[in-house]
């Protein structure tokens, strides 16, 4: 399903390849209701993917004290501190082949001298910083090349506002968590649910706006970089969108209350603009027409050496699971590239391919499973449905493919030119070795 939509834009799938085609204004009208302006530009694959993420049969939970809690936890597993250093601005990472055996993977970072050298690079820097590297030196292909630079990343912003009490709960009586949602700027309104208990006449925060695509860029271009510095045009905005939000439509005097009441309960805000950040130049991966099917399995193609990871190399674009799934594969890409050399790398590969590893190290994410997509020469007698479905072979293919390219040298593979030693491990993978 997903290759059959994945040529056409939302809007173009909607208004031309169903049944009852739906007319450009009911079009608009759902997207302006749902998301806002420019958001059925994505593809139409991406809405589909996007809308199985957004199970409402799922366990959905909250983490206390936010979503860095999770990364917290992850770096007090870390034993060596030192490891983890922040503020690093990589300039380049190429390899180093002065071993021609022992390949290392050469990182040179902002005011260092002599670049750092590693075994193998887990990139998981996002598409458009990544594009800030200088990376010729490590010789990617056209495709890889071409996915970083245009793979699409949505424009996303959020306004928090923290006041002296609850008000909403108060007036117009908003007493779980859930989202307002309008055409004004601030697109959507987001209601806390780990505070419905609290005290209505103490403090909290309201996350008064939280936008993306075309309403993102706008409101974005009243976010200060140092916010909340400068945006005394910002906050007004704020104060007459979330009254009229919440005033009884058409009703100016409901409208003059809530104003004077808003205004008299602010405290301070926050506002920040993912498209402001050098280090993440856009929120999320939101890919546009064609790019699933033609950019994604080059930009998860890796030797096992330098490994591209991050939410834009999973289908799970804006999650945490997709990072996560992502550094799993790649963790599984770098495994088996050593796994030939070292008996504990093959025995963990041999633990993911019996689908031993489980949640959040492992299993491969199953899209990585062998699939049609895998096509065996007209040539080779081998029975397709006796060919066993092993986990993980389209990401082992991936490491075998591109290790052949680079030492070829060359932007493709040259068939004629792959010895005999190089197609054993390929043809190990066909077989389900």
């Known amino acids: 399903m997903i290759k059959d939509v994945d040529p056409y834009s939302v809007r173009q799938y909607f208004t031309t390849q169903i049944k009852e085609p739906l007319d450009y204004k009911t079009l608009e009208f759902c997207e302006t209701l749902n998301f806002g302006n420019r958001w059925y530009d994505q593809a139409a694959s991406e809405l589909i993917l996007e809308s199985l993420d957004f199970d409402a049969k799922a366990d959905w939970w909250c983490v206390e004290g936010g979503s860095f809690q999770i990364a917290s936890r992850m770096m007090a597993r870390i034993k060596d501190k030192k490891a983890l250093q922040f503020g690093k601005v990589v300039k380049a990472i190429s390899y180093d082949t002065t071993v021609t055996d022992h390949v290392q993977v050469d990182v040179s970072i902002e005011e260092e001298n002599t670049p750092r050298k590693y075994d193998a690079v887990f990139n998981s820097a996002p598409l458009g910083a990544m594009k800030h590297m200088h990376l010729e030196g490590l010789n990617l292909s056209w495709g890889v090349k071409s996915a970083i630079r245009s793979l699409g990343y949505g424009a996303s912003c959020k306004v928090g506002i923290r006041f002296k009490s609850l008000w909403w709960m108060k007036t117009p009586d908003i007493t779980a968590g859930g989202q307002g949602k309008t055409d004004l700027p601030i697109q959507c309104c987001v ?36 916010s909340p510095a400068n945006e005394d045009e910002l906050r007004k905005l704020l104060f007459h969108d979330l009254a009229r939000l919440h005033a009884n439509t058409g009703d100016d005097e409901d409208y003059k209350r809530l104003y004077e009441i808003i205004e008299s309960n602010y405290l301070d805000h926050y506002a920040y603009d993912w498209y402001k950040n050098p280090r993440t130049v856009g929120a999320f991966a939101y890919f546009g027409p064609g790019q699933f099917s033609n950019w994604y399995n080059d930009l998860t193609q890796s030797d096992g050496k330098h490994i591209i990871i991050g939410e834009a190399a999973s289908v799970h674009h804006a999650w945490d699971v997709g990072a996560l799934e992502s550094a799993v594969r790649g963790v599984y890409q770098f495994l088996w590239k050593n796994s030939d050399k070292n008996d504990a790398a093959k025995k963990a590969i041999l633990a993911y391919n019996n689908d031993e590893i489980k949640a959040p190290f492992g299993p491969v994410p199953a899209e990585y499973d062998r699939t049609k997509d895998i096509d065996n020469p007209p040539d080779v007698k081998i029975d397709e449905p006796a060919m066993p479905s092993r986990k993980g072979q389209l990401a082992r293919m991936q490491v075998l493919m591109e290790t052949i390219r680079l030492r070829q040298g060359g932007d493709t593979i040259d068939p004629s030119q792959i010895t005999k030693e190089q197609i054993k491990p390929l043809l190990d993978v066909l077989v389900g070795a």
């Open 191 to 226: 209601y806390p649910s780990y505070n419905v208990n609290d005290n209505q006449d103490g403090p909290g925060v309201l996350l008064a706006s939280y936008t993306w695509s075309q309403e993102a860029e706008r409101i974005g271009a009243l976010i200060d970089r140092q």
